[in-house]
């Protein structure tokens, strides 16, 4: 039984399809965006509805910031929520927008402009490493690692180092070490809230505050002057944790398989890195990198990390002229949008000049969108973005790194874009 009755629907396919889900998930769509355009329905037996893959930005525009309060979440949310809880990137409604309010102040820029730092000092340790030897480094685990760490690191600061130095591990090392993101994963993952439980609770046995994200959201207030219980607080560290370090190791691996692929490319930004002078790189010295800001904006457009999000319309609604009926599930692809012709000159050509300022032409809010947008983009974007960029420059200006791949990478699309494999590298010409 059809259940859209409305006649003015979008044209797709007859066969039922679970277009989201198993390792071909982007190529169908991909595949069927070459067919229908720029909107088109698949239905779903499992569900039992209809699924609307958009790729016009304007209608983009109209889900995710004109009509955002009649979407919410969409498919996989489920699976997330077991993982993550009730955190940011998952909950809904007026309380996401009470629990949005009292953690964004933990993103200013001036907080992250003082934490370029310990962004640095972790880079640079794990750089003394890979000098000890002229050996094969697993760069994929290295990058998982750093930007574990980094986050870690800004979230719980002196807690984070006496945690790893009493127990002699990290005890998050899991998210670098398990690739799969199944229910066993989950169940591991969540067990972790026994250790941010009891970080909070040292922190109040000791009246202590740190300059880190935990106690800023632990010192937050609503409106009504309530902070967040510890459930609360915990769901929020748990998404902060996975968010944070995730998709920054995974566009960072592309950046340098990019990179790889394109020598002219890489001397241009070694000769960027090295024109900074100072001995430690810290947040003022960005604007003297602005090729390698392009370099990661350019890879982000290629591969970006969230390559689908989901939306479900509560109501009734009109999308590009169609009628959208309550319960469709919305699909919005940024690798299709990154990537189409109608938008990009050569989509899928590397070319960082395309955003230098003299170059780039007017662009719609959403032909452009790696960290999502409106109400619900990426709180921490700003800060991902200071972190590639510091990471870029500090290996570029120290060492030739040589990637050690003889035959194309393919994507794996899970909850983010990754290489189907490890990507491993040598360092040559190092100057300690």
């Given at each position: 039984m059809d259940l859209l009755t409305d006649k003015n629907i979008p044209f797709g396919p007859k066969e039922a399809s679970e277009v989201e889900e198993g390792p071909q998930a982007l190529s169908n769509i991909l595949n069927l965006f070459?067919?229908?355009?720029?909107?088109?329905?698949?239905?779903?037996?499992?569900?039992?509805?209809?699924?609307?893959?958009?790729?016009?930005?304007?209608m983009v525009k109209h889900v995710l910031i004109t009509n955002n309060r009649n979407y919410e979440k969409g498919v996989g949310i489920d699976r997330v929520k077991i993982l993550l809880g009730n955190g940011i990137m998952v909950s809904e409604g007026n309380y996401w927008k009470r629990q949005r309010r009292m953690?964004?102040?933990?993103?200013?820029?001036?907080?992250?402009?003082?934490?370029?730092?310990?962004?640095?000092?972790?880079?640079?340790?794990?750089?003394?490493?890979?000098?000890?030897?002229?050996?094969?480094?697993?760069?994929?685990?290295?990058?998982?690692?750093?930007?574990?760490?980094?986050?870690?690191?800004?979230?719980f600061s002196v807690d984070f180092q006496q945690l790893e130095k009493r127990e002699g591990v990290?005890?998050?090392?899991?998210?670098?070490?398990?690739?799969?993101?199944?229910?066993?994963?989950?169940?591991?993952f969540?067990?972790?809230?026994?250790?941010?439980?009891?970080?909070?609770?040292?922190r109040r046995k000791e009246h202590r505050v740190e300059e880190d994200f935990l106690s800023m959201i632990m010192e937050a207030k609503n409106d009504e002057g309530q902070g967040m219980s510890d459930r609360e607080i915990i769901d929020e560290m748990m998404t902060l944790i996975v968010a944070g370090h995730e998709t920054t190791a995974s566009a960072l691996t592309w950046a340098w398989y990019l990179l790889h692929k394109h020598p002219?490319?890489?001397?241009?930004?070694?000769?960027?890195?090295?024109?900074?002078?100072?001995?430690?790189?810290?947040?003022?010295?960005?604007?003297?990198?602005?090729?390698?800001r392009q370099v990661i904006e350019e890879t982000m457009r290629l591969y970006p990390p969230g390559?689908?999000?989901?939306?479900?319309?509560m109501q009734d609604d009109v999308i590009g002229g169609y009628h959208v009926?309550?319960?469709?599930?919305?699909?919005?692809?940024?690798?299709?949008?990154?990537?189409?012709?109608?938008?990009?000159?050569?989509?899928?050509?590397?070319?960082?000049?395309?955003?230098?300022?003299?170059?780039?032409?007017?662009?719609?809010?959403?032909?452009?969108?790696?960290?999502?947008?409106?109400?619900?983009?990426?709180?921490?974007?700003?800060?991902?973005?200071?972190?590639?960029q510091l990471h870029l420059a500090l290996i570029l200006r120290t060492t030739d790194m040589e990637i050690l791949v003889d035959e194309p990478i393919s994507m794996e699309a899970q909850i983010n874009l990754r290489p189907d494999k490890p990507l491993f590298a040598r360092l040559i010409n190092p100057r300690n």
């Open positions: 070459h067919q229908y355009g720029d909107i088109y329905k698949i239905y779903s037996e499992r569900r039992n509805n209809y699924t609307y893959v958009i790729s016009d930005p304007e953690i964004q102040p933990a993103f200013h820029k001036r907080v992250i402009a003082k934490l370029t730092d310990d962004i640095a000092q972790a880079n640079e340790t794990m750089l003394s490493n890979w000098l000890t030897g002229n050996k094969e480094i697993n760069l994929t685990a290295e990058l998982s690692s750093v930007t574990l760490r980094i986050v870690l690191q800004a979230l990290n005890p998050f090392a899991l998210l670098t070490e398990v690739h799969e993101r199944n229910l066993v994963f989950a169940m591991k969540r067990a972790l809230a026994k250790t941010i439980q009891e970080i909070i609770n040292l002219e490319v890489y001397a241009r930004a070694k000769q960027e890195a090295l024109q900074v002078r100072n001995v430690h790189l810290g947040f003022h010295h960005l604007e003297q990198l602005p090729y390698i390559w689908l999000l989901t939306r479900r319309a009926p309550p319960k469709t599930d919305i699909f919005i692809s940024p690798y299709v949008i990154h990537r189409h012709p109608g938008y990009w000159e050569q989509p899928d050509l590397f070319n960082p000049e395309r955003f230098d300022a003299s170059y780039r032409r007017e662009r719609h809010r959403f032909e452009y969108f790696p960290f999502s947008g409106g109400p619900r983009q990426c709180i921490g974007d700003f800060f991902a973005l200071v972190e590639m």
